[in-house]
């Protein structure tokens, strides 16, 4: 896909962005390279149906190996304050 000068000043005034001549040149190559850049990760994603069967996820499974709480007493105890059942901490915002 190519973008033209035609194309920047269409979008240009589609967005209402006033875009100078001397800018003109530099915003061309900055959009004719993004649009590359798309238009090669669209050729890639057409391949991820073709190579989906052969990765797997190598991530052990997410299992629970402690009851809920059962280590907050001893998390509380190695905190510098706390309160209510709570690490208490200085406040940050103000």
Sequence with gaps: MSFTREDLDNLSALARITV???EKDKMLADM???LGYVSEI???SGDIERIKGTHYNIVREDVVTHAS???TEALLREA????????KVAQVLK
């Design 20 to 22: 100078k001549e001397e």
């Design 32 to 34: 004719q390279a993004i």
């Design 42 to 44: 669209n050729e890639v």
């Design 69 to 71: 709480g059962s280590n």
């Design 80 to 87: 510098p304050a706390t309160e209510d059942g709570y690490v």
